[in-house]
């Protein structure tokens, strides 16, 4: 008889508090932002609860000028290295954010929350504000759109309209071991 042991514990690959690359300044993004090639160093830096207007947030980004009239997509990026993608089962997304959100990893879409369906611009909005930003959304992943080394997570942010109170965005990658 032999014993297996417990079994091997998830791995974090982006931790609730991780550190956040994230454009606030209410310009259009393109799509080029969400592949792993894109040179972010130019951006803002800031740790998860990203966000303003709910007071728990550890970092709080811009929303313009005029708070009746805020803008409407805010882009967050964070890299993370992966050692075997097939040493995983399935990876959990989980996703907390205010008002709607895309997620993409290493440039393919992986989740969308409370967003239209089709193609989303900088002033595409989310389909309604509905639980500022308090809900957990958690989505499986599979780990075949991971690489050895070096990959991306992308998220942007929509509101549901220019003069919502808030904005929330965290979010973590727990990957589950074969």
């Known amino acids: 008889w032999k014993s297996t042991g417990a079994p091997a514990p998830a791995t974090t690959l982006v931790p609730a508090a991780a550190t956040?690359?994230?454009r606030d300044d209410g310009r259009d993004a393109g799509t080029?932002?969400?592949?792993?090639?894109?040179?972010?160093?130019?951006?803002?830096?800031?740790?998860?609860?990203?966000?303003y207007g709910q007071g728990n947030e550890s970092s709080v980004v811009g929303y313009g000028a005029d708070a009746a009239n805020k803008y409407v997509t805010t882009y967050f990026r964070r890299t993370f290295a992966v050692a075997d993608p097939a040493a995983?089962?399935?990876v959990t997304l989980n996703l907390r954010r205010d008002d709607g959100a895309i997620v993409y990893l290493n440039g393919a879409e992986v989740y969308r929350s409370n967003m239209?369906?089709?193609?989303?611009?900088?002033?595409?909005?989310?389909?309604?504000?509905?639980?500022?930003g308090n809900q957990t959304f958690t989505a499986s992943v599979s780990p075949a759109a991971l690489r050895a080394g070096a990959n991306t997570v992308a998220v942007e942010v929509h509101q549901a309209t220019r003069s919502s109170s808030d904005l929330t965005m965290q979010l973590s990658l727990i990957a589950a071991p074969r």
């Open 32 to 51: 080029a932002w969400r592949a792993p090639s894109f040179d972010d160093a130019a951006w803002k830096s800031g740790s998860a609860i990203l966000g």
């Open 20 to 22: 956040w690359r994230y």
């Open 88 to 90: 995983f089962r399935v």
């Open 116 to 132: 239209p369906t089709g193609a989303v611009g900088a002033l595409t909005y989310a389909r309604e504000a509905l639980d500022d």
